[in-house]
C-alpha cells in the first residue's frame, strides 16, 4: 500500500511541474508577444509625435533636442518619463557634455495605452534596454498630475 501512495505522490508531483512549466513558458511567450507589440505600436506614435525632434534614430538635434539613447532620462525612473512626456519639459539639461534647452511641449492630448506603448518603445530602441511602462502606470501619473 505504501508503494501505491508513493507512486500516486510522485505522479500527482511530476504532473504539476509539467503544469506549472507549460503555464511559465505561456506567461513567458504572452509577456514577450506584449512587449512586442506595445513596442510595434509605440514606435508608430513615435514617428508621428517625436521623430522630427528626437530623429529615426533617437540621436535628438545638438544643443536643441536631447537624444534618447542610453540616458538616465529613459533607462532610470520611467515615472519621471511619464510626466515629461504629460507635462513637457522646459529645463535646461546636460547629456554626455552637451547642454539642450529646446522646450519639450506636453503630449498629453495622447491616451494612457499611446503615452505606455511610444515609452516602452523608448526605452527598447536605439540600443536601449529598460522595463516597459504600463497603462496603468501613465494612468496613476496623469491622475496625480491633476
Request: overall charge positive.
Amino acid at each position: 500500500m505504501k508503494k501505491i501512495y508513493c507512486l500516486l505522490g510522485l505522479l500527482v508531483l511530476v504532473g504539476t511541474t509539467q503544469l506549472y512549466a507549460q503555464a511559465h513558458k505561456t506567461t513567458s511567450k504572452s509577456t514577450v508577444a506584449g512587449l512586442s507589440s506595445s513596442i510595434a505600436a509605440g514606435k508608430k506614435v513615435y514617428t508621428l509625435h517625436c521623430l522630427s525632434c528626437h530623429m529615426a534614430d533617437g540621436g535628438g538635434v545638438a544643443n536643441m533636442n536631447p537624444p534618447l539613447i542610453g540616458t538616465t532620462y529613459v533607462l532610470g525612473d520611467k515615472n519621471k518619463m511619464i510626466q515629461i512626456v504629460l507635462k513637457g519639459f522646459n529645463e535646461g539639461v546636460e547629456i554626455n557634455g552637451d547642454t539642450y534647452t529646446n522646450p519639450m511641449p506636453a503630449q498629453a492630448t495622447l491616451t494612457d495605452q499611446e503615452v505606455a506603448n511610444v515609452l516602452t518603445y523608448v526605452r527598447n530602441s536605439f540600443g536601449n534596454k529598460a522595463s516597459a511602462v504600463k497603462a496603468a502606470d501613465v494612468k496613476k501619473i496623469r491622475a496625480s498630475l491633476k
